[in-house]
């Protein structure tokens, strides 16, 4: 069964002070891994699909990589608007598109 | 802007009613897969409907069901409900026609069981 690891569960920054989410997974073969951003009472917002070990992409103030047994999802002197749950998902194998979350990391970014 | 509609935005039920909640996905986007996310917790996975038949199902009783439609939406039904039940219900498309696929996710609905 595919599992998903986020830590830390909530992360408060000031304004400029960069840091890094974890995301932790077990899968049997890997088809994707994606982070999402949700905001309170809102759907997720599709951020980055990572495929393949070594592989990075980067949005704004945001860059995410991935290694095999782990994604990190880097934060580059946020802003306030940057706060927000942000959340993992991997797609193992298999004909349908199910993805499996995890619990997310709310992050706060003070100004 | 994901081209995914939900409706209603919000409904409460009480336990052992009915309930069928409502998504448009994005014109050409043929796979339509709905979660359910509590409080707190990461979207869990329902089931999902390919060309308007199931095509795989999470760890969620018969009593919740669905349907996809030839015009891109679909539905989720839910029996007998249960306090439990009380979440906010995703639904995301995405197309199959493209080996990097990305689903798309809808605002919600979000349910309250009394």
């Known amino acids: 069964e595919d599992q998903v690891t986020q830590s830390p569960e909530a992360l408060r920054l000031q304004e400029g002070e960069s840091s890094s989410l974890n995301c932790s997974y077990t899968v049997s073969g890997l088809r994707g891994l994606f982070w999402y951003r949700q905001d309170p009472g809102k759907g997720p917002e599709f951020l980055f699909t990572l495929y393949s070990a070594g592989e990075e992409k980067e949005k704004e103030r945001l860059k995410a990589t991935l290694t095999k047994k782990e994604s990190f999802l880097h934060i580059t002197a946020p802003k306030p608007e940057d706060s927000a749950t942000y959340l993992c998902a991997v797609r193992s194998g298999g004909s349908n598109y199910k993805l499996t979350f995890g619990k997310g990391t709310l992050l706060t970014v003070n100004p | ?114």
């Open chain 2, 1 to 114: 802007e994901t081209g995914v509609t939900q409706s209603p935005t919000h409904l409460i039920k009480t336990r052992g009613q009915q309930v069928t909640l409502r998504c448009s996905s994005q014109s050409g986007h043929n796979t339509v897969s709905w979660y359910q996310q509590a409080l707190g917790q990461g979207p869990q996975f329902i089931f999902q409907y390919y060309r308007e038949e199931e095509n795989g199902r999470g760890n969620f009783p018969p009593r919740f069901s669905g349907l996809q439609f030839p015009n891109y939406s679909s539905e989720l039904n839910v029996n007998a409900l249960e306090l439990d039940d009380s979440a906010l219900y995703l639904c995301a498309s995405t197309t199959a026609d493209t080996s990097q696929e990305t689903q798309y996710f809808g605002p919600g609905t979000r349910l309250l069981v009394l």
